[in-house]
DNA sequence: GCCGTTTTCGGCCCGACTGTTTTCAGTCG
């Protein structure tokens, strides 16, 4: 799918227009163009294709004619015309903290700064501080920025952000004046990476939270602190924004720092049409609240059934919400079991007995046991005697075990040339097969692709494990086509996983939404390789939340029976 | 650039903080 790509070039377009000061009304149409693609579940080739994508809203004529031009000839020209008329290395100026467009293109004419280099350069010199609105304190600001975006390491996942969060909740929500905290902004949407962290608070006391959040153990640095909100730096780069409002303004304030902006603004439209006012203090009508005190309430007033925080991404949910045809979005408490588990047979830390143990202490009634096959030696791999044994083991174990199953299977590696790692015979005596790829990944897409379609093929294979191998922040997905990928498993019924892992969170939101339009059946797992790494499954709902799924899309939210007459399916097919 | 049961032209979400300003621009979310 070219959605990825074309996402990118609306971006690098709005770059250059905004650095070269353009309308900024118009760079933000190519902006919200990106993230429309971005967020897309459907190929935006089909889309183009049949003529659907121009009656996205926000896909206009001009955008809908430049991604007619990307699909058939893998460029936009006007992005290229446009990207010769400035230097390369003023688009990554925009990521420096504290430095936006107008002070880039006003360090371009001026000075000549053209790179990052050159930058440093003129914040040394002294003609930086003849340039209009600049004075010492700003130059020392943009010097601040240069330093943390050179130590920056981008954006961190949720699972590391996430308990960091936290953590600042539970030390501010012990003082007195803090009538309610929250987690806002993406964290509290579970994106799968997070940039900084907003915390919302309702206090008629400001001074004394932002005095106590500024002064809490972990800052590092103070970056900003006003009567109503502060910026500060913790654990190296992460930054953590406070708001503080009003508790009649709680609502309102919830739903404004929540975001995403993309969703405010959809609000905000809404209020417009309806005579009203959004912002962050409450739903007015003239001067007059109609509505603040709650999220839900705000949005009833605005005709809306309320909007689960990972929805708000207008990816659909408003006009949903209009008609009150919401999902009934799957919960953590719905998952009946574990159906990606490691023990210490291969690279697991832990006992099979300990493992299924801490997922009885979660409240599940099942896990499937899924060591490496043998061809993966690093990770111990199991060859086939070693498996027939664990097998027995499983076996003595359910014989102990009250309310509690464990299951028999395999994390079966898919061989480079598209066979699985153990024979069919054996395979169809286990009872979860997940088929995975650990290598080849730099294979072309037609390669790697056919490795999984085979895999799929295999009734045997229940389930395809982490189906494009990305690693956030560290590995790219390898090429795999997934629209063939789910439509070959819709075809044959063999589910997807979306590997809870937070580095993994693959199949991510969007794959997972577009999977399950297409009939594909979910299953989400940890991949634990230790009892602690079963918390991941929190990361995981959240993420199938994101991608709209409800339980009964969940193939591990379903009771043993239930499970186990899926997993009989190859049988009766 | 996008959009329209008030509009095909003239709007486009709204406010806090900072620093450079004597009334506001730039950045951020």
Request: charged share 30%; proline share 3%; hydrophobic share 40%.
């Amino acid at each position: 799918m070219k959605n990825e790509e074309i996402s990118a070039a609306f971006q690098t377009l709005a770059d250059v227009l905004e650095i070269k000061g353009a309308n900024a009304f118009r760079v933000n149409a190519y902006r919200r163009a990106s993230r429309i693609v971005e967020g897309l579940s459907a190929d935006i080739a089909e889309l183009s294709s049949s003529g659907a994508v121009r009656e996205i809203p926000g896909i206009g004529e001009g955008t809908a004619t430049l991604i007619e031009e990307y699909l058939e000839t893998g460029k936009m020209s006007a992005l290229e015309d446009e990207r010769k008329s400035i230097p390369k290395g003023l688009i990554e100026l925009l990521e420096v903290p504290g430095l936006g467009p107008k002070t880039i293109g006003l360090l371009w004419t001026k000075l000549n700064v053209r790179s990052l280099s050159k930058l440093k350069r003129a914040l040394r010199g002294d003609k930086i501080l003849e340039l209009p609105g600049m004075g010492k304190k700003k130059v020392e600001n943009i010097r601040a920025g240069v330093t943390a975006y050179e130590s920056r390491s981008g954006r961190l996942t949720l699972g590391v952000v996430l308990p960091i969060g936290r953590r600042i909740v539970e030390e501010l929500g012990r003082m007195r004046e803090v009538k309610r905290i929250e987690l806002a902004g993406s964290v509290r949407r579970y994106r799968e990476t997070i940039g900084d962290i907003d915390v919302l608070v309702a206090s008629t006391s400001p001074d004394r939270v932002i005095e106590a959040f500024t002064h809490l153990e972990h800052v590092e640095e103070v970056l900003a602190a006003g009567s109503t909100k502060a910026s500060v730096r913790v654990s190296g780069a992460l930054q953590v924004d406070l708001r503080v409002v009003e508790p009649a303004s709680w609502g309102a304030a919830l739903v404004y720092f929540t975001g995403s902006a993309d969703h405010n603004v959809r609000l905000r439209g809404l209020a417009i049409d309806a005579g009203l006012k959004l912002n962050e203090y409450a739903l007015l009508k003239g001067e007059r609240a109609v509505a603040s005190r709650t999220e839900e309430a705000v949005y009833s007033r605005l005709g809306l059934s309320y909007v689960p925080p990972e929805l708000r991404e207008d990816r659909g949910e408003i006009e949903a919400a209009m008609k009150d045809e919401l999902p009934d979005l799957i919960e953590l408490g719905d998952v009946c079991g574990d159906l990606h588990v490691h023990s210490d047979w291969s690279d697991g830390h832990a006992t099979i007995e300990d493992m299924a143990l801490a997922c009885r202490r979660r409240g599940y009634r099942y896990m499937s046991i899924n060591d490496h096959s043998k061809s993966l030696g690093i990770a111990h791999g199991l060859a086939i005697e070693r498996l027939e044994r664990q097998m027995e083991e499983v076996d003595a174990l359910n014989a102990r075990l009250r309310n509690f199953t464990v299951l028999k299977g395999t994390e079966v590696d898919i061989l480079s040339d598209g066979n699985v790692d153990f024979p069919d015979e054996l395979l169809e005596r286990l009872d979860v097969v997940v088929a995975s790829i650990h290598s080849g990944f730099a294979q072309s897409s037609d390669q790697i692709t056919g490795r999984i379609l085979s895999a799929i093929a295999n009734p045997n294979v229940d389930i395809i494990g982490h189906p494009t191998g990305r690693l956030l922040g560290s590995r790219e997905p390898y090429a795999v086509d997934l629209e063939r990928v789910m439509n070959a498993a819709a075809e044959s019924g063999t589910a997807l996983e979306i590997n809870a892992y937070h580095e993994r969170l693959d199949l991510n939101d969007t794959n997972a939404r577009r999977a399950r339009d297409l009939g594909v059946g979910i299953v989400i797992s940890t991949d634990s390789h230790r009892p602690d790494d079963l918390d991941s499954m929190e990361l995981g709902v959240h993420t199938a939340r994101r991608g709209w799924l409800r339980r009964a899309d969940v193939l591990n939210a379903r009771t043993l029976r239930s499970l186990r007459s899926w997993l009989r399916r190859a049988d009766v097919r």
